[in-house]
Antibody, heavy 120, light 107 residues
Framework: EVQLLESGGGLVQPGGSLRLSCAASGFTFSNYAMTWVRQAPGKGLEWVSA???????FYADSVKGRFIISRDNSKNTLYLQMNSLRAEDTAAYYC??????????????WGQGTLVTVSS | EIVLTQFPGTLSLSPGERATLSCRASQSVSNYLGWYQQKPGQAPRLLIYDASNRATGIPARFSGSGSGTDFTLTISSLEAEDFAVYYCQHRSTWPPHFGGGTKVEIK
């Protein structure tokens, strides 16, 4: 069974940093692109970032230059380094596996999410 | 960027009724359109990909149609567990945006 388990969320002050992790199991992690999607409280889904099998990275304009996605295939883990955090980054952050090897694919399954709150 | 507009925002229906949800793209996405279901407190799950293909384990009462700019998700006969929020998403270009969602609520 494919499982994705996010961690690393919490309360951080504006301008601060946080690193999210997503531990994957039940599939050959290195063979699939991975993505991060966030959801602000009571709002819809917003695609944040994706990383391809070969390590190519893609970002939403809202996080470009502030967030860095990476993967460690030896640890079956996906990361999201979030810097210069803003109040509008407050959201539940989900990691998801791409159904296809391509980074711009369909996302299934998803982890349970980790909550990031940016507030002073 | 390709923007996806979902309508209606809310659909009030009774169990057993047919639900028709729409998603319109600001420009053609070919058939690169998917649908997700999200229940309260849960992560989304993929229902439909490439406009009309059901994902693994998705019941046959869910079907998708359309191509280009206009797409439809149909739930043929609503069951209690189908009341949720539904999102469309494209993968035609970067960024692979989601629509704003349609809430299907019990009437």
């Amino acid at each position: 069974e494919v499982q994705l388990l996010e961690s690393g969320g919490g309360l951080v002050q504006p301008g601060g940093s946080l690193r999210l992790s997503c531990a994957a199991s039940g599939f050959t992690f290195s063979n699939y692109a991975m993505t991060w999607v966030r959801q602000a409280p009571g709002k819809g889904l917003e695609w944040v970032s994706a990383i391809s099998v070969s390590g190519g990275t893609f970002y939403a304009d809202s996080v470009k230059g502030r967030f860095i996605i990476s993967r460690d295939n030896s640890k079956n883990t996906l990361y999201l380094q979030m810097n210069s955090l803003r109040a509008e980054d407050t959201a539940a952050y989900y990691c998801a596996k791409s159904v296809l090897p391509a980074a711009r694919g369909w996302f299934d399954p998803w982890g349970q999410g980790t909550l990031v709150t940016v507030s002073s | 960027e390709i923007v996806l507009t979902q309508f209606p925002g809310t659909l009030s229906l009774s169990p057993g009724e047919r639900a028709t949800l729409s998603c319109r793209a600001s420009q053609s996405v070919s058939n690169y359109l998917g649908w997700y279901q999200q229940k309260p407190g849960q992560a989304p799950r993929l229902l439909i990909y490439d406009a009309s293909n059901r994902a693994t384990g998705i019941p046959a009462r869910f079907s998708g149609s359309g191509s280009g700019t206009d797409f439809t998700l149909t739930i043929s006969s609503l069951e209690a567990e189908d009341f949720a929020v539904y999102y469309c998403q494209h993968r035609s270009t970067w960024p692979p945006h989601f629509g704003g969602g349609t809430k299907v609520e019990i009437k």
